[in-house]
């Protein structure tokens, strides 16, 4: 894999998909790069090889070989992973995909973040069952072959898989903590720059500057300032794999100081420049269709 391929999540489903499927890997000591973020859809990560912790609405978890990992729409996760060879495929789908009258129940299994893992003969069944979604997806990502297979998938690790850990009572999105951040993680959600002080962010949330850097801390693990350039930095990724803007159009939409200050940003994140990474996502693209 290419060093500059580092963003752990560059893929945005295209309008009018209700799903996409990735095969990622990362060859030993090859840059890597996430940080706690949350998006708009509902995600698996099925695990070829792996090392490293899951964190998410749950705690903190360590993940071993063929782990799956299930993150759900606008829930807080991230990924801390050692610098050894590691490979994934990531699906990602609208809600709406399981949010219909005969996916009721097997709705009902996926509300909350969860780390799972299957016995061996049935992560078997898994992986056939993800390379059959990966090459249907490839042939044709809208066809009804291709939706039935990712249905088929869902169903079969709701059937099968078990919590690493049992489901707390209480996720820490409905900790006293995160819902004091509520107005600033809304924020984040909603805009892809917020442009706001240590001191305004608390304000808005109605805390003290150093409780509510307390509290942002202890839910994204970096403080704020961090995260508000990683958020930028992250939205410039998308951005580049979305759309045509011009790298200078996208360092003043995201209020950076200069071209030159968002490009040297951008490569001290990802250990690339914004225009080898926009032109290696291209052939990527390419090369996966082919």
């Known amino acids: 894999m290419q060093a500059s391929q580092v963003y752990c999540e560059p893929f945005v489903i295209e309008h009018g998909y209700q799903f996409e499927i990735h095969h990622v890997k990362y060859k030993t000591d090859d840059a890597y790069s996430c940080f706690m973020h949350f998006h708009e859809v509902h995600e698996f990560i099925i695990f070829d090889e792996i090392e490293g912790s899951y964190y998410y609405s749950q705690g903190e978890s360590q993940l071993k070989q063929n782990d799956i990992v299930f993150t759900p729409a606008l829930e807080t996760h991230d990924f801390e992973l050692s610098n050894k060879q590691k490979s994934w495929y ?23 973040g969860m780390h799972l893992r299957l016995p061996e003969e049935q992560m078997a069944n898994i992986k056939q069952q993800v390379k059959w979604l990966y090459e249907s997806y490839q042939e044709n990502p809208m066809s009804e072959k291709s939706l039935t297979l990712l249905k088929l998938l869902v169903i079969w690790i709701a059937e099968y898989a078990k919590p690493v850990t049992p489901p707390n009572i209480q996720p820490i999105t409905k900790s006293l903590g995160f819902e004091k951040l509520t107005p600033v993680i809304n924020m984040f959600r909603q805009q892809t720059s917020v442009e706001l002080t240590l001191v305004e962010a608390a304000e808005l949330c109605h805390l003290s500057p150093s409780y509510f850097s307390r509290m942002f801390k202890k839910v994204f693990r970096c403080n704020f300032s961090e995260y508000s350039l990683r958020h930028k930095l992250y939205s410039a990724a998308r951005m580049l794999s979305q759309s045509h803007y011009s790298i200078t159009d996208i360092s003043y ?12 940003q951008f490569k001290k994140q990802f250990a690339t420049t914004p225009h080898k990474y926009r032109a290696d996502l291209k052939e990527r693209a390419i090369n996966e269709r082919l």
């Open 90 to 112: 990531i699906i990602q789908f609208l809600p709406s995909v399981i949010d219909t009258p005969e996916m009721e129940a097997i709705g009902s299994f996926f509300q909350q």
């Open 253 to 264: 939409e995201l209020h950076f100081s200069s071209p030159s200050h968002f490009i040297s």
